[in-house]
Protein backbone atom coordinates (compact mmCIF):
# COMPACT_ATOMS: atom_id res chain seq x y z
CA UNK A 1 0.00 0.00 0.00
CA UNK A 2 2.64 2.82 0.59
CA UNK A 3 4.48 1.37 -2.49
CA UNK A 4 1.04 2.80 -4.08
CA UNK A 5 1.13 5.79 -2.46
CA UNK A 6 4.84 6.97 -2.51
CA UNK A 7 4.27 6.65 -6.66
CA UNK A 8 1.06 8.53 -6.69
CA UNK A 9 2.62 11.11 -4.81
CA UNK A 10 5.54 11.01 -7.19
CA UNK A 11 3.40 11.28 -9.72
CA UNK A 12 1.83 14.18 -8.51
CA UNK A 13 4.84 16.17 -8.21
CA UNK A 14 5.54 15.73 -12.25
CA UNK A 15 2.54 16.83 -12.92
CA UNK A 16 2.59 19.96 -11.16
CA UNK A 17 6.14 21.43 -13.15
CA UNK A 18 4.46 21.63 -16.82
CA UNK A 19 1.73 23.82 -15.00
CA UNK A 20 4.07 25.85 -13.50
CA UNK A 21 5.87 26.37 -16.84
CA UNK A 22 2.24 27.03 -18.78
CA UNK A 23 0.93 29.80 -16.02
CA UNK A 24 4.20 31.41 -17.24
CA UNK A 25 3.08 31.37 -20.76
CA UNK A 26 -0.50 32.60 -19.68
CA UNK A 27 1.39 35.48 -17.98
CA UNK A 28 0.05 34.52 -14.81
CA UNK A 29 1.35 35.71 -11.92
CA UNK A 30 4.46 33.89 -11.26
CA UNK A 31 3.26 34.06 -7.43
CA UNK A 32 0.46 31.33 -8.82
CA UNK A 33 3.18 29.39 -10.32
CA UNK A 34 4.73 28.91 -7.30
CA UNK A 35 1.87 28.05 -5.09
CA UNK A 36 1.18 25.54 -7.76
CA UNK A 37 4.42 23.94 -7.96
CA UNK A 38 5.58 20.51 -6.68
CA UNK A 39 6.95 21.44 -3.46
CA UNK A 40 3.12 22.89 -2.45
CA UNK A 41 1.43 19.73 -3.79
CA UNK A 42 3.65 17.34 -1.86
CA UNK A 43 3.35 18.73 1.05
CA UNK A 44 -0.28 18.53 0.77
CA UNK A 45 0.23 14.75 0.43
CA UNK A 46 2.10 14.17 4.21
CA UNK A 47 -0.81 12.64 5.36
CA UNK A 48 -1.74 10.49 3.07
CA UNK A 49 0.68 7.36 4.19
CA UNK A 50 -2.89 6.98 6.87
CA UNK A 51 -5.31 6.21 4.17
CA UNK A 52 -4.60 2.11 3.98
CA UNK A 53 -7.65 1.27 2.06
CA UNK A 54 -6.69 3.14 -1.07
CA UNK A 55 -6.51 0.14 -3.58
CA UNK A 56 -9.57 -0.73 -2.61
CA UNK A 57 -11.48 2.68 -3.67
CA UNK A 58 -12.95 2.76 -7.26
CA UNK A 59 -10.45 4.29 -9.60
CA UNK A 60 -12.58 7.39 -10.75
CA UNK A 61 -16.30 8.74 -10.74
CA UNK A 62 -15.40 9.87 -14.41
CA UNK A 63 -15.19 7.22 -15.22
CA UNK A 64 -18.74 6.20 -16.14
CA UNK A 65 -19.82 7.07 -19.28
CA UNK A 66 -23.05 6.64 -18.97
CA UNK A 67 -24.28 10.16 -17.55
CA UNK A 68 -26.78 10.90 -15.12
CA UNK A 69 -28.58 13.82 -14.14
CA UNK A 70 -31.99 13.68 -13.39
CA UNK A 71 -32.14 17.29 -11.63
CA UNK A 72 -33.81 19.94 -13.93
CA UNK A 73 -32.69 22.91 -11.58
CA UNK A 74 -30.38 23.27 -8.37
CA UNK A 75 -33.64 21.84 -6.65
CA UNK A 76 -32.60 18.61 -5.89
CA UNK A 77 -30.27 16.72 -3.59
CA UNK A 78 -26.87 15.71 -5.78
CA UNK A 79 -24.79 13.27 -3.46
CA UNK A 80 -25.16 10.67 -6.55
CA UNK A 81 -21.22 11.04 -6.52
CA UNK A 82 -20.86 10.16 -3.17
CA UNK A 83 -19.31 7.00 -1.56
CA UNK A 84 -22.09 5.16 0.67
CA UNK A 85 -19.69 4.91 3.99
CA UNK A 86 -21.64 1.64 5.27
CA UNK A 87 -19.21 0.04 2.48
CA UNK A 88 -17.54 -1.19 5.48
CA UNK A 89 -19.30 -4.47 6.58
CA UNK A 90 -20.03 -5.47 10.16
CA UNK A 91 -17.19 -8.24 10.50
CA UNK A 92 -16.08 -8.73 13.69
CA UNK A 93 -18.46 -10.42 15.61
CA UNK A 94 -18.65 -8.93 19.40
CA UNK A 95 -20.95 -10.06 22.07
CA UNK A 96 -18.89 -10.67 25.44
CA UNK A 97 -17.36 -7.73 27.10
CA UNK A 98 -18.66 -4.42 27.15
CA UNK A 99 -15.22 -3.09 26.86
CA UNK A 100 -14.21 -4.97 24.44
CA UNK A 101 -17.71 -4.35 22.42
CA UNK A 102 -16.54 -0.47 22.39
CA UNK A 103 -13.14 -0.63 21.64
CA UNK A 104 -14.70 -2.91 18.84
CA UNK A 105 -17.22 -0.89 17.84
CA UNK A 106 -14.47 1.83 17.85
CA UNK A 107 -12.26 0.33 15.50
CA UNK A 108 -15.34 -0.03 13.14
CA UNK A 109 -15.91 3.27 13.26
CA UNK A 110 -11.97 4.43 12.25
CA UNK A 111 -12.19 2.01 9.21
CA UNK A 112 -15.44 3.32 8.17
CA UNK A 113 -13.44 6.68 8.04
CA UNK A 114 -10.33 5.83 6.50
CA UNK A 115 -12.37 4.10 3.85
CA UNK A 116 -14.12 6.98 3.24
CA UNK A 117 -10.73 9.39 3.29
CA UNK A 118 -9.09 6.99 0.95
CA UNK A 119 -12.01 7.08 -1.25
CA UNK A 120 -11.79 10.58 -1.84
CA UNK A 121 -8.01 10.58 -2.27
CA UNK A 122 -8.60 8.25 -4.43
CA UNK A 123 -10.82 10.10 -6.73
CA UNK A 124 -8.70 13.22 -5.95
CA UNK A 125 -5.86 11.64 -7.71
CA UNK A 126 -8.42 10.89 -10.98
CA UNK A 127 -8.47 14.26 -10.73
CA UNK A 128 -4.94 14.82 -11.27
CA UNK A 129 -3.98 12.15 -13.84
CA UNK A 130 -6.97 13.90 -15.85
CA UNK A 131 -5.41 17.26 -14.98
CA UNK A 132 -1.96 15.12 -15.91
CA UNK A 133 -3.32 13.68 -19.45
CA UNK A 134 -4.30 17.27 -21.07
CA UNK A 135 -0.52 17.85 -21.38
CA UNK A 136 0.01 16.53 -23.95
CA UNK A 137 -3.29 17.88 -25.70
CA UNK A 138 -1.28 20.92 -24.63
CA UNK A 139 1.55 19.74 -26.39
CA UNK A 140 -0.10 19.69 -29.73
CA UNK A 141 -2.57 22.96 -29.33
CA UNK A 142 0.89 24.71 -28.53
CA UNK A 143 2.10 23.38 -31.59
CA UNK A 144 -0.67 23.58 -33.69
CA UNK A 145 -0.37 27.52 -32.88
CA UNK A 146 3.27 27.60 -33.75
CA UNK A 147 2.86 26.35 -36.66
CA UNK A 148 -0.21 28.90 -37.92
CA UNK A 149 1.91 31.64 -36.76
CA UNK A 150 4.67 30.33 -38.67
CA UNK A 151 2.16 30.09 -41.39
CA UNK A 152 1.37 33.67 -40.75
CA UNK A 153 5.06 34.84 -41.29
CA UNK A 154 5.24 33.41 -44.43
CA UNK A 155 1.94 34.95 -45.52
CA UNK A 156 3.43 37.95 -45.13
CA UNK A 157 6.06 37.42 -47.00
CA UNK A 158 4.32 36.28 -49.41
CA UNK A 159 2.06 39.66 -49.76
CA UNK A 160 4.70 41.84 -49.44
CA UNK A 161 6.86 39.84 -52.38
CA UNK A 162 3.96 39.94 -54.62
CA UNK A 163 3.57 43.85 -53.62
CA UNK A 164 6.99 44.48 -54.37
CA UNK A 165 6.77 42.15 -58.06
CA UNK A 166 3.47 43.75 -59.11
CA UNK A 167 5.34 47.17 -58.57
CA UNK A 168 6.58 46.36 -62.35
CA UNK A 169 2.67 45.62 -63.43
CA UNK A 170 1.98 48.99 -61.45
CA UNK A 171 4.53 50.97 -63.64
CA UNK A 172 2.88 49.28 -66.74
CA UNK A 173 -0.34 49.99 -66.04
CA UNK A 174 0.94 53.76 -65.88
CA UNK A 175 2.17 54.03 -69.00
CA UNK A 176 -0.50 52.20 -70.94
CA UNK A 177 -2.45 54.75 -69.17
CA UNK A 178 -0.21 57.08 -70.13
CA UNK A 179 -0.53 55.98 -73.84
CA UNK A 180 -4.44 56.13 -73.67
CA UNK A 181 -4.23 60.08 -72.77
CA UNK A 182 -2.10 60.69 -75.95
CA UNK A 183 -4.00 58.66 -77.74
CA UNK A 184 -7.07 59.98 -76.74
CA UNK A 185 -5.30 64.11 -77.52
CA UNK A 186 -4.21 62.36 -80.94
CA UNK A 187 -8.05 61.56 -81.58
CA UNK A 188 -9.28 64.82 -80.52
CA UNK A 189 -6.58 66.72 -82.30
CA UNK A 190 -8.04 64.95 -85.31
CA UNK A 191 -11.25 64.60 -85.51
CA UNK A 192 -12.46 66.14 -82.26
CA UNK A 193 -13.41 64.39 -79.31
CA UNK A 194 -15.96 61.89 -79.10
CA UNK A 195 -18.67 62.51 -76.62
CA UNK A 196 -18.24 58.69 -75.25
CA UNK A 197 -14.23 58.76 -75.14
CA UNK A 198 -13.98 59.87 -71.41
CA UNK A 199 -16.40 56.51 -70.21
CA UNK A 200 -14.39 54.37 -72.67
CA UNK A 201 -10.92 55.23 -71.26
CA UNK A 202 -12.52 55.40 -67.93
CA UNK A 203 -14.82 52.15 -67.70
CA UNK A 204 -14.05 49.72 -64.70
CA UNK A 205 -15.36 46.96 -65.42
CA UNK A 206 -15.87 44.76 -68.99
CA UNK A 207 -19.72 45.25 -68.63
CA UNK A 208 -19.30 49.15 -69.00
CA UNK A 209 -16.72 48.57 -71.95
CA UNK A 210 -18.87 46.87 -73.95
CA UNK A 211 -21.44 49.16 -73.41
CA UNK A 212 -19.51 51.62 -75.22
CA UNK A 213 -18.41 49.43 -77.78
CA UNK A 214 -19.87 51.28 -80.17
CA UNK A 215 -17.70 54.32 -79.50
CA UNK A 216 -14.72 51.95 -80.30
CA UNK A 217 -15.48 51.93 -83.67
CA UNK A 218 -14.39 55.05 -84.10
CA UNK A 219 -11.34 55.49 -82.08
CA UNK A 220 -10.03 52.04 -83.23
CA UNK A 221 -8.29 48.74 -82.12
CA UNK A 222 -5.40 50.65 -80.58
CA UNK A 223 -7.75 52.25 -77.77
CA UNK A 224 -9.90 49.04 -77.30
CA UNK A 225 -6.30 46.86 -76.89
CA UNK A 226 -4.87 49.84 -74.58
CA UNK A 227 -7.90 49.79 -72.68
CA UNK A 228 -8.74 46.15 -72.27
CA UNK A 229 -4.98 45.80 -71.34
CA UNK A 230 -5.38 47.68 -68.55
CA UNK A 231 -8.65 46.37 -66.93
CA UNK A 232 -6.50 42.69 -67.69
CA UNK A 233 -3.54 44.14 -65.24
CA UNK A 234 -5.95 46.05 -62.79
CA UNK A 235 -8.04 42.29 -62.37
CA UNK A 236 -4.38 40.48 -62.04
CA UNK A 237 -3.11 42.99 -59.40
CA UNK A 238 -6.11 43.07 -57.48
CA UNK A 239 -6.93 39.32 -57.62
CA UNK A 240 -3.05 38.21 -56.19
CA UNK A 241 -3.17 40.89 -53.64
CA UNK A 242 -6.46 39.99 -52.33
CA UNK A 243 -5.64 36.19 -52.11
CA UNK A 244 -2.18 36.86 -50.49
CA UNK A 245 -4.22 38.77 -48.27
CA UNK A 246 -6.61 36.31 -47.39
CA UNK A 247 -4.07 34.01 -46.64
CA UNK A 248 -2.75 36.16 -43.64
CA UNK A 249 -5.93 36.82 -42.33
CA UNK A 250 -6.97 32.75 -42.45
CA UNK A 251 -3.43 32.12 -40.69
CA UNK A 252 -4.06 34.92 -38.22
CA UNK A 253 -7.07 33.28 -37.43
CA UNK A 254 -6.09 29.61 -37.30
CA UNK A 255 -3.16 30.96 -34.79
CA UNK A 256 -6.19 32.79 -32.82
CA UNK A 257 -7.86 29.36 -32.44
CA UNK A 258 -5.29 27.52 -31.09
CA UNK A 259 -4.28 29.94 -28.80
CA UNK A 260 -7.92 29.92 -26.97
CA UNK A 261 -7.38 26.41 -27.42
CA UNK A 262 -4.14 26.38 -25.52
CA UNK A 263 -6.04 28.48 -22.72
CA UNK A 264 -8.96 26.24 -22.37
CA UNK A 265 -6.61 23.56 -22.12
CA UNK A 266 -5.11 25.39 -19.36
CA UNK A 267 -8.15 26.44 -17.82
CA UNK A 268 -9.22 23.08 -17.81
CA UNK A 269 -6.97 22.04 -15.77
CA UNK A 270 -7.35 24.85 -13.27
CA UNK A 271 -10.88 23.61 -12.95
CA UNK A 272 -9.96 20.22 -12.50
CA UNK A 273 -7.33 21.51 -9.67
CA UNK A 274 -10.34 23.13 -8.15
CA UNK A 275 -11.74 20.20 -7.94
CA UNK A 276 -8.72 17.85 -6.96
CA UNK A 277 -7.93 19.79 -3.91
CA UNK A 278 -11.25 20.25 -2.54
CA UNK A 279 -11.72 16.61 -2.69
CA UNK A 280 -8.02 16.29 -0.16
CA UNK A 281 -9.09 18.65 1.70
CA UNK A 282 -12.73 16.99 2.53
CA UNK A 283 -10.62 13.76 2.44
CA UNK A 284 -8.37 15.03 5.19
CA UNK A 285 -11.81 16.71 7.02
CA UNK A 286 -12.56 13.31 7.54
CA UNK A 287 -9.62 12.30 9.60
CA UNK A 288 -9.31 15.21 10.78
CA UNK A 289 -6.04 16.00 9.81
CA UNK A 290 -6.90 19.97 10.11
CA UNK A 291 -3.59 21.45 8.25
CA UNK A 292 -3.20 19.10 5.55
CA UNK A 293 -6.73 19.88 4.96
CA UNK A 294 -5.89 23.78 5.09
CA UNK A 295 -3.44 23.57 2.40
CA UNK A 296 -5.30 21.79 0.16
CA UNK A 297 -7.94 24.67 0.72
CA UNK A 298 -5.32 26.77 0.06
CA UNK A 299 -4.20 24.92 -3.24
CA UNK A 300 -8.06 24.76 -4.36
CA UNK A 301 -8.14 28.52 -3.63
CA UNK A 302 -5.06 29.41 -5.93
CA UNK A 303 -6.03 27.35 -8.87
CA UNK A 304 -9.25 28.81 -8.39
CA UNK A 305 -8.13 32.64 -8.53
CA UNK A 306 -6.21 31.92 -11.56
CA UNK A 307 -9.05 30.18 -13.20
CA UNK A 308 -11.17 33.08 -12.71
CA UNK A 309 -8.25 35.38 -14.10
CA UNK A 310 -8.00 33.16 -17.01
CA UNK A 311 -11.64 33.10 -17.68
CA UNK A 312 -11.89 37.00 -17.33
CA UNK A 313 -9.21 37.31 -20.03
CA UNK A 314 -11.69 35.50 -22.40
CA UNK A 315 -11.51 32.14 -23.08
CA UNK A 316 -14.74 31.94 -25.80
CA UNK A 317 -13.35 30.07 -28.65
CA UNK A 318 -15.00 30.30 -31.80
CA UNK A 319 -18.98 30.66 -33.27
CA UNK A 320 -20.21 27.41 -34.12
CA UNK A 321 -23.94 26.83 -36.12
CA UNK A 322 -24.20 23.55 -35.78
CA UNK A 323 -27.18 21.53 -36.83
CA UNK A 324 -30.61 22.75 -38.87
CA UNK A 325 -33.29 22.96 -35.96
CA UNK A 326 -34.89 26.12 -34.76
CA UNK A 327 -32.01 26.20 -32.39
CA UNK A 328 -28.11 25.61 -33.24
CA UNK A 329 -27.06 22.24 -31.59
CA UNK A 330 -25.39 22.93 -28.87
CA UNK A 331 -22.66 20.69 -28.40
CA UNK A 332 -21.99 19.29 -31.70
CA UNK A 333 -19.84 15.88 -32.03
CA UNK A 334 -22.04 14.89 -28.58
CA UNK A 335 -23.81 11.20 -27.76
CA UNK A 336 -27.03 11.39 -26.62
CA UNK A 337 -26.56 9.50 -23.18
CA UNK A 338 -30.09 9.94 -21.39
CA UNK A 339 -33.24 11.66 -23.37
CA UNK A 340 -36.12 13.35 -22.07
CA UNK A 341 -38.73 11.66 -20.01
CA UNK A 342 -39.48 9.06 -17.69
CA UNK A 343 -36.47 7.02 -17.08
CA UNK A 344 -36.77 3.13 -15.59
CA UNK A 345 -33.51 3.52 -14.19
CA UNK A 346 -33.53 6.11 -11.68
CA UNK A 347 -37.44 6.28 -11.78
CA UNK A 348 -37.29 10.06 -12.74
CA UNK A 349 -38.74 12.19 -15.47
CA UNK A 350 -35.37 13.65 -16.84
CA UNK A 351 -36.15 17.52 -17.80
CA UNK A 352 -33.69 17.56 -20.58
CA UNK A 353 -31.15 15.91 -22.63
CA UNK A 354 -27.53 14.38 -22.02
CA UNK A 355 -25.17 15.10 -24.13
CA UNK A 356 -21.67 13.25 -23.62
CA UNK A 357 -18.95 14.84 -24.68
CA UNK A 358 -14.98 14.82 -23.56
CA UNK A 359 -14.56 16.69 -20.24
CA UNK A 360 -13.51 20.47 -21.78
CA UNK A 361 -15.17 20.12 -24.95
CA UNK A 362 -16.71 23.26 -25.58
CA UNK A 363 -20.54 23.91 -26.13
CA UNK A 364 -22.19 26.75 -27.55
CA UNK A 365 -25.74 28.87 -26.75
CA UNK A 366 -28.98 27.49 -28.77
CA UNK A 367 -29.95 30.66 -29.69
CA UNK A 368 -29.61 34.62 -28.79
CA UNK A 369 -30.52 35.65 -25.34
CA UNK A 370 -29.90 37.32 -22.36
CA UNK A 371 -27.95 35.24 -19.55
CA UNK A 372 -29.57 34.91 -16.46
CA UNK A 373 -27.85 32.56 -14.42
CA UNK A 374 -24.68 31.80 -14.33
CA UNK A 375 -22.10 29.66 -11.44
CA UNK A 376 -18.63 28.63 -11.81
CA UNK A 377 -15.58 27.02 -9.84
CA UNK A 378 -17.79 23.87 -8.72
CA UNK A 379 -20.00 23.52 -6.10
CA UNK A 380 -23.38 21.31 -6.13
CA UNK A 381 -25.52 24.07 -6.98
CA UNK A 382 -28.98 21.99 -6.27
CA UNK A 383 -27.28 19.09 -8.57
CA UNK A 384 -26.94 21.51 -11.73
CA UNK A 385 -22.79 22.04 -11.02
CA UNK A 386 -22.03 25.25 -13.32
CA UNK A 387 -24.64 25.99 -15.05
CA UNK A 388 -26.02 28.23 -17.58
CA UNK A 389 -29.66 29.83 -17.67
CA UNK A 390 -29.97 32.11 -20.69
CA UNK A 391 -33.61 33.62 -21.86
CA UNK A 392 -34.51 34.06 -25.32
CA UNK A 393 -37.57 36.04 -24.91
CA UNK A 394 -41.22 34.96 -25.58
CA UNK A 395 -40.85 32.63 -22.38
CA UNK A 396 -38.15 30.12 -24.04
CA UNK A 397 -35.13 29.48 -21.48
CA UNK A 398 -32.40 27.14 -22.43
CA UNK A 399 -30.21 25.53 -19.54
CA UNK A 400 -26.92 23.98 -19.74
CA UNK A 401 -25.62 21.98 -16.40
CA UNK A 402 -22.53 20.12 -15.51
CA UNK A 403 -20.17 22.73 -16.68
CA UNK A 404 -16.75 22.60 -15.83
CA UNK A 405 -16.38 25.97 -16.58
CA UNK A 406 -18.89 28.97 -17.41
CA UNK A 407 -17.50 31.63 -19.44
CA UNK A 408 -20.37 34.58 -19.98
CA UNK A 409 -22.03 36.33 -17.04
CA UNK A 410 -25.33 37.50 -16.07
CA UNK A 411 -27.17 40.13 -18.06
CA UNK A 412 -24.99 39.26 -21.03
CA UNK A 413 -26.16 39.38 -24.38
CA UNK A 414 -25.10 36.15 -26.03
CA UNK A 415 -25.08 34.74 -29.65
CA UNK A 416 -26.79 32.08 -31.14
CA UNK A 417 -23.61 29.58 -31.45
CA UNK A 418 -21.71 31.70 -29.47
CA UNK A 419 -18.90 29.65 -26.92
CA UNK A 420 -20.34 29.29 -23.42
CA UNK A 421 -18.87 27.09 -21.49
CA UNK A 422 -16.75 23.71 -21.45
CA UNK A 423 -18.09 20.13 -20.97
CA UNK A 424 -17.73 18.71 -17.18
CA UNK A 425 -19.09 16.54 -14.76
CA UNK A 426 -19.62 19.09 -12.01
CA UNK A 427 -22.77 19.10 -9.82
CA UNK A 428 -24.79 15.69 -9.84
CA UNK A 429 -23.16 14.22 -12.88
CA UNK A 430 -21.77 10.32 -13.34
CA UNK A 431 -19.40 11.57 -16.06
CA UNK A 432 -18.42 14.19 -18.54
CA UNK A 433 -21.91 15.63 -20.10
CA UNK A 434 -24.16 18.61 -20.97
CA UNK A 435 -27.68 18.26 -19.62
CA UNK A 436 -28.90 20.63 -21.94
CA UNK A 437 -32.58 22.15 -21.23
CA UNK A 438 -35.22 23.90 -22.78
CA UNK A 439 -38.34 25.45 -20.86
CA UNK A 440 -41.31 27.32 -22.35
CA UNK A 441 -43.00 29.43 -20.02
CA UNK A 442 -41.38 27.52 -17.02
CA UNK A 443 -42.42 24.04 -18.22
CA UNK A 444 -39.48 21.47 -19.69
CA UNK A 445 -40.19 20.45 -23.28
CA UNK A 446 -38.50 17.58 -25.36
CA UNK A 447 -35.31 19.43 -26.48
CA UNK A 448 -35.20 17.22 -29.38
CA UNK A 449 -38.10 19.05 -30.98
CA UNK A 450 -35.69 22.61 -31.22
CA UNK A 451 -32.66 20.55 -32.61
ZN1 LIG B 1 -29.51 15.35 -17.66
Not at 189 to 202: I, N, R, S
Amino acid sequence: MRVGLTYRLSDLASTARPLAVRFAALSLSATLAITLAAAPLASAFGADGESEQSAEAPGSVQESSEAVAPSDAPDSDASDDVASSEAASASSPQSEAGSKEASSAEEKKRKEKEEAAAKKHAEADALFAQIDSLNSSYSSAQADKEAAEREREDAIVARDEAKERLKGEIEQLKKIQAELSDFAVLMYKQGGMPPYLDAVLGSTSYGELLTSWNAMTIIGNRGLELASEKRKIQLKIQKELDDREKSVVEAGRKAALAEIKCKQIVATQLALAVQAWNTKAEAHDILGETSEAENARNEANSAKEALDRAIAEGLGGENVQSGNGVFAYPCPGSIISSGFGYRDFDHAVHKGIDMAAPEGTPYYAADSGVVTAVTNGGGDNGGAGNWIVIDHGNGVVTKYMHSLITFVAVGEHVERGQNIGLVGSTGNSTGPHLHFQVEVYGAAVDPSAFL
